[in-house]
């Protein structure tokens, strides 16, 4: 049997009195005021976070070299003048008026002017929707041709019938004419798909449309009103 002699000792060295009941000290962080911005700093607990040494630059200045957009003035236009976002008004067609003298003067279709100048495009007369998507509406009539159809705006219908009947042509349904030179309306074949009637008969031709007259197309019913005619024109007031 070995002797306990050669059996492995463990020693235990007791702490000295001074130490006995004094907290340990944590280890002291280094000195970071020479120290890497970008090198990995160790945070103890319940330690707010150190700021960085970087600070983001003040941006109350104006840097002189920045680049800066200036907008150059166009030579062909006047400054004071209002800009326009929608056509071009060269691109308008224009409806050609006649005085009680003969004169003609030249309007612009869609238009309007302030008190006191001439009118553009009256009023010469009104569809009124009487069966189908818009019953009990309204559309007004102008002077020489007036393009029917659902569609409106620059690229649209002059007269536009936009209350959801989709069976109607979108620019050209029909057209209807008001000739002042000989004070009667008119109503045209147009080029969309759907037939139109007037008074319960086929339109296929040029056909002089009346006070009361019934114009069907889709599923819209549509009577004619006039305001112009023998009796009354614009140009009795000019």
């Not at 957009?69 to 003048?81: E, F, K, S, V, W």
């Not at 393009?147 to 979108?170: E, M, P, Q, T």
């Not at 009346?210 to 009796?231: N, Q």
């Amino acid at each position: 049997m070995d002797s306990d002699a050669d059996k492995t000792r463990m020693i235990r060295r007791s702490r000295p009195a001074s130490d006995a009941g004094t907290p340990a000290t944590p280890p002291k962080l280094p000195d970071t005021s020479h120290h890497d911005p970008d090198a990995t700093r160790i945070i103890q607990p319940n330690q707010a976070p150190q700021p960085s040494l970087h600070q983001v630059p003040e941006t109350g200045g104006i840097d002189d070299d920045a680049t800066r957009l200036i907008a150059q003035p166009n030579p062909g236009l006047d400054p004071g003048a209002p800009q326009s976002a929608g056509v071009d008004d060269s691109d308008k067609t224009k409806l050609v008026r006649r005085s009680s003298g003969g004169a003609a003067s030249v309007a612009t279709t869609g238009s309007s002017q302030g008190p006191g100048t001439s009118m553009d495009d009256p009023v010469t007369g009104w569809l009124v929707v009487i069966d189908g998507p818009g019953k009990g509406n309204q559309v007004a009539i102008g002077e020489q041709d007036n393009h029917v159809g659902r569609s409106g705006g620059a690229d649209g219908a002059r007269v536009c019938l936009d209350f959801g009947d989709h069976g109607i042509s979108r620019n050209n349904a029909f057209v209807l004419r008001y000739d002042p030179k000989k004070r009667r309306f008119k109503i045209l074949p147009g080029e969309g798909a759907n037939i139109v009637y007037l008074n319960d008969d086929d339109l296929d031709v040029p056909t002089e449309i009346k006070a009361g007259d019934v114009i069907e197309l889709s599923d819209t019913k549509l009577r004619f009103v006039p305001f112009c005619g023998p009796e009354f024109d614009w140009v009795d007031t000019e």
